[in-house]
């Protein structure tokens, strides 16, 4: 079992910046998908970040983003360590939502990384308010 712990929530005025921190209890897999969904009041949950990691490529990863968050939110790992983070930069307040990690053990191709039902671990959510 896997839990997933995530920091870093706030309140910030537009325009600002936060960094989201998400930590896995234990890494234990060889190659995974990692990242970030949000969801706003009476939205549907959505794909915002995610970053894939090989057996061969311990060095960093590929990166993928959601139309909305590109160019202002910036997905990366701490290397050697079981760590995610998420910089949101240009915050608006349509990024207000609660933030989760998310977790595959696997590389998810073909576009399967912005489908939430992929996902086998969740975060509890950190919520993130952006004001006008």
């Known amino acids: 079992q896997v839990t997933l712990a995530e920091s870093g929530g706030g309140l910030v005025q537009a325009g600002g910046s936060l960094r989201l921190s998400c930590a896995a209890s234990?890494?234990?897999?060889?190659?995974?998908?990692m990242g970030w969904f949000r969801q706003a009041p009476g939205k549907e949950r959505e794909f915002v970040a995610a970053?894939?990691?090989?057996?061969?490529?311990?060095?960093?990863?590929?990166?993928s983003y959601a139309d909305s968050v590109k160019g202002r939110f910036s997905i990366s790992r701490a290397n050697a360590k079981a760590t995610v983070y998420l910089q949101m930069d240009s915050l608006k307040p349509e990024d207000t939502a609660v933030y989760y990690c998310?977790?595959?053990?696997?590389?998810?191709?073909?576009?399967?990384?912005?489908?939430?039902?992929?996902?086998?671990?969740w975060g509890q959510g950190t919520q993130v308010t952006v004001s006008s």
């Open positions: 234990a890494r234990t897999f060889s190659s995974y998908t």
């Open positions: 998310v977790v595959k053990p696997a590389v998810l191709l073909g576009g399967r990384y912005s489908d939430k039902n992929e996902y086998d671990y």
């Open positions: 970053m894939f990691v090989s057996a061969f490529n311990w060095t960093g990863g590929s990166t």
